[in-house]
């Protein structure tokens, strides 16, 4: 792509746009108003290609899991986990917008480019979803279809995902309910990196560790408390966004560990397998050591590692000058297309199920995953090229131009 955007995942899945890796320059420490800074740390920084080709994996991951719904295979249990790929969505997204944020924005410009990533080719979607989630009363067949009715305007302003209400929380286009959460994490996003400027290495390393156990402590507090029990969504899943905002932070003060990328995947499958395993094999020991409540913790904890990992590789494969870590071109341009994918995704799904019904489950449907997944990854393509960068291009163009405007008149005062 011509513009050096970084890559992320959420519910939006990117980032805004470093540089292409420039000579590391100091944040300003008296921005003026309405912006926020973080001295100390370099103001321009790489593009990691290997976090936008992750975010392909993840969508995938999450595409696998809602084709169980229309054509199982017999380890229809173990794809079940494929929705955390949401909670990877949710710490890469941290991770990209802390890591590409320049100094000096405009917190009103954050929130409009934020507003032209994600709403242009969210109602788009929506307007697709509409004919397959949206009509009469549904029968037993087709319990997936919700009536018309003034809830599918909260979709529409990304608030339905503050419901308790799953009838809520799902309408519309079901797998828009990331991106209500994703929308309150842009709006803390500036000043929780405000306060995240202010720590050093030290300070950021001890937050990389506090995220997870105060998030542990808070799971466990609302298997007990009842008016913990029924936090928002966006309230409850704001650490994994802050776990990544920590990380990124800590990486841009040159923090660089060495983690083996086999390693931490092999962390991540061991992790998934015991949420999946341990209440199944050995419900004892899970219910005594209290696993239950902390398993939402520990599979974004992993997922936080895992994109550690790659970003450092790629930064040491920059640095000595090997390229290690850089992902191949066709994955990078499947990362890009990976937000419009997941929008589309599960429209695909649940209209081929009204037409052709749920499928036995067997094998046999992995030709099934392909027939679907061909035409799913061409629609994302064509969102991605027609609606979804064009019309960001255009709004943040005419942004930029306006802000430009504004420090014009200003100087002239």
Known sequence: MSDRRGAGGDGTMTGEGPGSGAV?????????RGRWTEPGVPGTLPRLDSLTALRWWAALAVFAHHMTNFAPLPIAGPLSLGAQGVAFFFVLSGFVLTWSARPGTRVSTFYWRRFARIWPAHMVALLLAVPVFVGPPADVEESW???LSAVLLLS???????????????????A?????????FYATHPWLDRLLGRTGRRAALAVLLVIPVTAAVLYIARSEIDALAHLPRPVLRLWEFCLGMALAHAVRLGWRPRLPVPVVLGLLLVVCAGVFLGPLRAPGVWEALRLGPLSPVMIPAACGIVILAYAVRELRGRADGSGRGAPAGWLVRLGEWSFAFYLLHATLIYACRGWFGLQPMGWANLGVYAAVLVPAIAGAWALHAWVEKPIERRMRRWKDRRDREREARARER
């Open 156 to 174: 529409v302003v990304l608030l339905h995902g503050w419901s308790a209400n799953n009838e809520v929380v799902f309408s519309g286009n079901p």
């Open 145 to 147: 279809v919700r009536p």
């Open 24 to 32: 590391p320059t100091a944040r300003r420490s008296g921005a003026p």
């Open 176 to 184: 828009s309910w990331t991106l209500s959460l994703e929308a309150f």
